[in-house]
């Protein structure tokens, strides 16, 4: 059952058009197929022990539809005959495929000489990998018969040797101080994913690492290139102190909201489920989902100016929000409720009970958007 309020500004001049209604209600029926997944997704978050492989681009095109992931990990653990939540996708790419059967044919299989565009995927249960092909809207899925051992695809000895030496000379701390929990590979442009602020990079891909490294009282993130000849510290984003836990948002749920959508901000209640978001978007408009009790309401809450909407996207580049791409900063307490940030340069996570630990940079950026928001509520 869905429910649309709208919210009007009772000031003068502010006129509401049946034109304006009807795109109004088009927009938020394409909105409301994402949030109907978003439950789906959020998915316990992988122990920081564990090391997983994911290889992904900085470019909504290239990210894995999060349709897709939940449909290739549902099929999987049907056959497995295990729990969905056990199994992670942990590396995932665009290929084209040169027939019908995916190039996974059956013996004696008739294959269709076609050109398919599609996903190879890459999921895990933690000691074992498998391969999915899958055409480009998911309608088909091939498994590859075999898995491999995932200690394939750990990091590199000598990359993490190197990483963590460059992280005891700019700590002051001995290698033996420092702990490297958890890292997974990333795409990298020519920043190796920390663009100034100006955004300017060299545009190439470059195969590299994140890493995140701990000592007995702070946090650190570093990114690598794929040798650990090139090792850059993470300022934006570190370092963390205090009870507060860093850690990789699981693959599946690192998707772009749409392309025509400027910011959008998730928070999901650890105890009830009760999710609701908030969007803005490129014309202005600003929409809220809430779902609670099996109810969506959907609420356009504000029109901003094309001014506000390039200024707000200014302050992103200029608060680094894409440093913070795929980072989780978590909290002990169970079951809190965690908030969700997407915008153009990535995603990230944080508790609500950690807000105030969180680095300067990303406070700014979550202190923008509510100025923004509350500057603009009608009265």
């Known amino acids: 059952m869905v429910r649309i309020v709208r919210l009007f500004k009772l000031t003068a001049g502010y006129q509401t058009t049946k034109m304006a209604a009807l795109t109004v209600m088009l927009m938020l029926g394409v909105l409301h197929t994402e949030l109907s997944l978003a439950t789906e ?3 316990p ?68 000489q076609a050109i398919v565009p599609g996903w190879r995927i890459e999921l895990t249960d933690g000691t074992q990998r498998w ?20 200690d394939e695809t750990m990091l590199p000895d000598t990359v ?17 101080e420092l702990k490297l929990v958890e890292a997974q590979p990333r795409l990298w442009d020519g920043c190796l994913g920390m663009a100034p602020p100006n955004g300017v990079c060299t545009q190439i891909a470059i195969d590299g690492w994140q890493a995140i490294v701990t000592s007995p009282t702070e946090s650190w993130v570093y990114h690598s290139d794929g040798t650990g000849s090139d090792v850059r510290f993470n300022a934006t984003a570190s370092p963390i102190t205090g009870a507060i836990g860093l850690s990789f948002i699981p693959a599946e749920e ?29 014309n202005g408009q600003v929409v809220q989902f809430v779902e609670e009790q099996g109810v969506e309401t959907v609420t356009e809450l504000a029109r901003l100016s ?12 200029q608060y680094s929000f894409s440093h913070f791409n795929g980072l989780y900063y978590g909290s002990p307490i169970a079951d809190t409720r965690t908030i ?39 009265e």
């Not at 993490?160 to 033996?176: F, N, P, T, Y």
């Not at 690192?254 to 490129?282: C, H, I």
């Open 41 to 43: 997704r959020l998915q």
């Open 254 to 282: 690192l998707f772009y909201p749409g392309n025509n959508v400027v910011f959008q901000m998730t928070t999901k209640d650890g105890l009830s489920g009760t999710a609701s978001k908030m969007l803005l978007l490129e």
């Open 306 to 317: 094309p001014r506000q909407v390039q200024v707000f996207d200014q302050q992103l580049q």
């Open 160 to 176: 993490a040797d190197r990483i963590l030496k460059v992280a005891a000379q700019e700590s002051g701390l001995s290698v033996a």
């Open 131 to 150: 391969v999915y092909h899958a055409d480009e809207t998911g309608q088909t899925l091939r498994l590859q018969s075999h898995s491999t051992t995932t």
């Open 45 to 112: 978050m992988p122990s920081l022990a564990s090391t997983s492989r994911i290889r992904q681009s900085h470019t909504s095109c290239d990210r894995l539809p999060h349709h897709l992931a939940n449909r290739v990990r549902r099929d999987l653990a049907r056959q497995l005959q295990i729990p969905r939540r056990r199994l992670s996708i942990v590396d995932y790419r665009r290929q084209v495929w040169s027939d019908g059967c995916l190039e996974l044919a059956t013996p004696g299989e008739f294959c269709t």
């Open 340 to 378: 969700t940030v997407m915008g153009r340069g990535g995603t990230v996570r944080y508790a609500d009970t950690a807000i105030d630990q969180l680095p300067s940079a990303l406070q700014r950026v979550i202190q923008a958007w509510e100025q923004l928001i509350a500057a603009n509520l009608p």
